[in-house]
């Protein structure tokens, strides 16, 4: 899951910035997907080598390095958001297309792929929240992805 939501983000990034560069829209919606891109590798980067998670794939339980990697993930997705913020109304673009445009066709599949990533974090991050809460230990597995996916 750590490697799968930077590469669904990414994945949007690519079609969005094909957009962008051809027919200059998607501007602003390029650059929110890379600072999501990149701050979703951050958190893969966390989540995998600050042993947060227990799993297989977790390795290299350190938490000096997962508070370090935690805080420059807040600073650098903070930031970004801020810088984001402040002058995101200088690269908005006004284009309207058509409903069935290729544009428009981009978009759907776009928020598909974020929906799908909203997914994946959500499962990820669930187990951690409710322990975190006192609500004991609880495992996502296949049932949670299958019944969600379903719903997209």
């Not at 891109?37 to 998670?53: E, I, N, P, Q």
């Not at 297989?56 to 390095?65: G, I």
Request: aromatic letters at 10%; charged letters at 10%; proline letters at 3%.
């Amino acid at each position: 899951n750590a490697s799968f939501m930077p590469w669904l983000a990414g994945t949007a990034l690519l079609h969005s910035l094909a957009v962008t560069e051809q027919r200059a829209g998607f501007k602003a919606w390029t650059l929110l997907l890379s600072i999501c891109a990149f701050s979703l590798c951050l958190l893969g980067t966390f989540l995998v080598r600050s042993g947060v998670l227990v799993s297989v794939h977790a390795f290299a339980s350190d938490p000096a390095r997962g508070m370090f990697i935690l805080a420059f993930m807040v600073l650098v997705t903070g930031g970004s958001l801020l810088l984001f913020a402040v002058r995101g109304h200088r690269v908005r673009s006004r284009v309207n297309n058509a409903l069935w445009s290729r544009e428009s066709l981009l978009l759907g599949n776009n928020v598909l792929l974020m929906a799908a990533m909203l997914v994946v974090l959500l499962g990820t991050l669930l187990p951690l929240v409710h322990k975190q809460l006192g609500l004991g230990s609880i495992s996502v597995g296949e049932p949670f992805f299958n019944t969600m996916f379903t719903w997209l």
